[in-house]
């Protein structure tokens, strides 16, 4: 594998977990309203909902830039983001106005599960604290 192919695991993983880092702090800081949004969408709990949500995307986002148990990660990752997306981006149930967004986000946040099904199968490359 040459310098260029090392690489690109690298910033794969860091563009993903970007995603997720960003995402958890700013539920972090909006936990009043993300709680809201949660029972809004009908998750029991929402509040103790919040927390495993934070844990999940911001805890996992950090392991997934370091290139820690990433194959592991990388699964719990797809799960959470299927789950969210089933929950928050039914397109089918919006009105015309709102249906192609909520469509868009939903391919988008499979095609985010493609990417971590990647490196649940290929691991995160050389640059990672597993190094598989």
């Not at 260029?4 to 702090?25: E, N």
């Not at 149930?93 to 290929?122: P, T, Y």
Request: hydrophobic letters at 60%.
């Amino acid at each position: 594998m040459n310098g260029t192919s090392a690489a690109l695991p690298l910033v794969g993983r860091i563009l993903m977990a970007a995603l997720f880092i960003i995402a958890g702090a700013g539920k972090l800081m909006g936990f009043a309203g993300t709680a809201g949004y949660l029972g809004k969408l009908g998750f029991p709990m929402p509040e103790v909902m919040t927390v495993i949500t934070i844990l999940i995307e911001l805890g996992g986002g950090i392991l997934l830039l370091l290139g820690w148990q990433t194959r592991w990660v990388a699964w719990l990752l797809a799960i959470f983001v299927v789950i969210a997306t089933l929950a928050a981006h039914r397109f089918w149930e919006f009105d015309a106005a709102q249906a192609m967004n909520q469509r868009n986000h939903f391919l988008k946040n499979f095609a985010i599960v493609g990417g971590l099904l990647f490196l649940a199968a290929f691991g995160p490359g050389r640059a990672a604290v597993d190094r598989r």
